[in-house]
């Protein structure tokens, strides 16, 4: 091919995304994206310590920069002090901020709550003096298990404000996981709900968090500190619990910020357990600050103007950096929704949008794809039915994003004028990684396009050795960021044979993706976590890759999952799980269209990626977070028997639907 016949066909795949009021504050253009990559390669310490100062309000300077004496347990900014909550909080009182909504709050039933910033800091100091009259200390470790909502954050900053590492727990997990995570930390205090409301029902929380205490082995709990979100009863015991009227509301709205060292732990967040134990990430100060901050200005240009809405709950790594800490150490006002968008119905989403002015729509693929499914069924439930026009930036994360999704998202949301940035990222690495610059970077449906300047990306081999654009390998992080967590709670060595392993020389951070450049652009596509990667006949084949291609079909299909399963001739053969946008098919219609999907991935990928096994039903299995649970899907594939937890599925009956085989 000539090269200008292959300059064409590249710069008709990119997408040139304009952004709508741009501040070109940090980047005017790729070249200005490029050299800030630069600085970052050449002096690395200089450029962190330069943002550092820059971006972070710091109550004792730092003279060092980054400790590399015990790696790979890295320490930033290590003589510096500060606080979390006064960056996020203090020090916008006095200035414009001060009266500025914080927070949309909007519940099940409606109804709008906003807290501006002043408010906020005074609730905050509220909840701080009232950790402390229980005797909460620096270091103490307070339990979070709150349903998504204001109080979340509120009770997350009081913790920073005293020094006090909170564990943020998901309010969907049980009883069970509640208790593994107060054991596992030693948690002297737990802040929590009588109720959360979701999905038109008041369901218990308080008596979950007793139910974990009566499975034995926590006297370390000392107070139980009761949100009353309703007006419904709750279990007490004396002495031990209280409700927020009695504790919190009559403290006084001042609380001295207890100024910690850059590098004491701000918080602990267990990663979806995937492959055994959850892991306790340990995130501390100052870096992972730095680095919210950072992202929301990088990733989002956030403005003064700005309605930032990320729909992730403050259970995952998404709610702590871009529902709490980002937004606010940015001084931005953002919409918190209760309950899960989807409820009532899919016209909450654009509702919301609508009403708010949102400007910045950061979601998951998962609900993307739902959002598809229900706008192809009613006129009520698509975006066009809506005045979406305050848009101006789309965003998601969690997973990798099919170009198909990708494109409707773009069009029918956006109306192709809003940049839309997938950010790929994870709990260890505290903020983004790979994303788009937007109104900068050239966009590609379905990619991360290339890493945020200081992001050492790089892919290799099993040995370490980098692969060549146009080869997959390993997504590694090559050099240390100040984000990246520091170790796994009370556990060095697992953090340490998890993240950097021997065979790779032991220095590189391996995410646990697969990943591979394009050869025209460089831009880095995700293939899958690597546990996820098909060896078909001797060919790699990213489940994801496959998927994206049955998604392709999109007139029939609503959603796709693939796994691998062992098969004696192939080594492995592609299993997919369809779910189709109508539910009403019979044999026929659900054979030919089995037949229309094999086609679609030997014209898309290779006749090698074709599903030998298809089979369809209704939902596919997710964990309460949103992701598909593709190792129940392997056994299930495989034939086993529940081996598995399948206590964090969303609805352990939707496996039913999917026996038959086509
Ligand atoms: C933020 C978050 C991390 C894993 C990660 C990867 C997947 C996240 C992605 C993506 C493709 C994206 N992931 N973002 N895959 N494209 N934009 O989800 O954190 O819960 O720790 O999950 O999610 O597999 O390794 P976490």
Redesign the pocket.
């Known amino acids: 091919m000539s090269n200008e016949r292959a300059q064409g066909l590249l710069l008709d795949r990119l997408i040139n995304s304009p952004l709508q009021h741009a501040s070109q504050s940090v980047f005017k253009d790729m070249t200005s994206y490029e050299a800030l990559c630069k600085e970052a390669q050449k002096e690395p310490e200089l450029f962190w310590s330069r943002l550092a100062q820059e971006h972070l309000q710091w109550d004792h300077p730092f003279s060092h920069v980054l400790d590399k004496s015990h790696a790979p347990f890295y320490r930033w900014f290590d003589d510096g002090a500060l606080n979390a909550s006064v960056n996020c909080l203090d020090r916008h009182l006095g200035t414009e901020c001060e009266h500025k909504v914080a927070i949309h709050f909007e519940t099940v039933d409606g109804k709008v709550t906003s807290v501006t910033y002043r408010t906020l800091y005074e609730r905050v100091c509220q909840l701080a003096n009232a950790l402390k009259e229980r005797g909460v200390e620096k270091g103490d470790r307070v339990l979070i298990y709150l349903p998504m909502g204001d109080e979340g954050v509120v009770a997350m900053l009081a913790c920073a404000r005293i020094g006090a590492i909170h564990v943020v727990v998901f309010a969907g997990f049980s009883a069970i996981a509640l208790h593994e995570r107060l054991q596992d930390t030693g948690a002297v205090a737990v802040i929590t709900a009588n109720v959360q409301c979701r999905s038109g029902r008041e369901l218990p929380l308080k008596a979950g968090v007793d139910d974990a205490i009566a499975l034995g082995g926590c006297e370390h709990v000392g107070t139980i500190l009761v949100y009353e979100r309703t007006a419904t009863a709750w279990p007490r015991q004396e002495g031990r619990d209280f409700s927020y009227a009695e504790l919190v509301s009559q403290q006084p709205t001042e609380c001295a910020p207890v100024s910690v060292s850059a590098e004491h732990p701000l918080f602990i967040l267990y990663?979806?357990g995937s492959t055994g134990k959850p892991k306790g990430v340990v995130h501390t100060t100052a870096g992972y600050l730095l680095w919210a901050k950072l992202t929301m200005l990088w990733s989002y240009d956030i403005q003064p103007s700005d309605v930032f809405w990320c729909t992730a709950d403050i259970g995952?790594?998404?709610g702590h950096t871009y529902v709490t800490y980002g937004p606010l150490a940015a001084g931005a006002t953002q919409v918190i929704m209760e309950g899960v968008p989807l409820y009532p119905d899919a016209s909450r989403v654009w509702k919301t949008i609508q009403r708010h002015a949102v400007t910045t729509f950061y979601t998951a693929p998962t609900l993307i794809r739902a959002l598809i499914k229900a706008a192809a069924q009613e006129d009520v439930y698509a975006p066009e039915s809506y005045d979406l026009s305050s848009l101006r930036l789309l965003s998601?994360?969690?997973?990798?994003?099919d170009a198909t999704a990708w494109r409707w998202f773009y069009e029918h949301v956006g109306h192709g004028r809003c940049p839309y940035v997938?950010?790929?990222?994870?709990?260890?690495t505290g903020g983004h990684v790979i994303t788009p610059i937007p109104g900068v970077t050239p966009l590609v449906p379905g990619s991360?396009t290339l890493p945020l300047p200081g992001m050492d990306v790089v892919i290799v081999d099993e040995a370490g050795e980098p692969r060549p654009w146009g080869q997959g390998g390993l997504l590694v992080i090559a050099s240390p960021w100040p984000a990246m967590a520091r170790t796994l709670w009370r556990d060095d060595e697992r953090y340490r044979q998890s993240y950097f392993p021997e065979e790779l020389g032991g220095t590189l951070y391996l995410?646990?993706?697969g990943a591979v450049r394009d050869e025209d652009t460089g831009y880095f596509r995700?293939t899958?976590?690597i546990d996820d990667v098909l060896n078909v006949s001797g060919h790699r084949l990213g489940t994801t890759e496959i998927e994206s291609a049955l998604s392709r079909l999109d007139h029939a299909v609503a959603e796709v999952a693939v796994v691998g399963q062992p098969d004696p001739s192939t080594g492995e053969a592609v299993c997919a799980f369809v779910v189709l946008k109508k539910s009403d098919y019979g044999e026929e219609v659900a054979r030919q269209i089995a037949q229309e999907l094999r086609q679609q991935v030997a014209r898309d990928i290779s006749p090698i990626a074709k599903p030998k096994f298809i089979r369809f039903g209704s939902n596919l299995p997710k964990t309460r977070?949103g992701k598909v649970m593709r190792r129940l899907l392997r056994s299930f594939a495989q034939g086993e028997k529940e081996a598995q937890d399948i206590s964090t599925l969303e609805d352990p009956s939707v496996l039913d639907h999917f026996s038959v085989i086509y």
């Open positions: 990663t979806s995952w790594i998404t998601s994360v969690g997973e990798p994003i997938d950010t790929f990222f994870q709990t260890e991360c995410a646990g993706d995700i899958g976590r977070s």
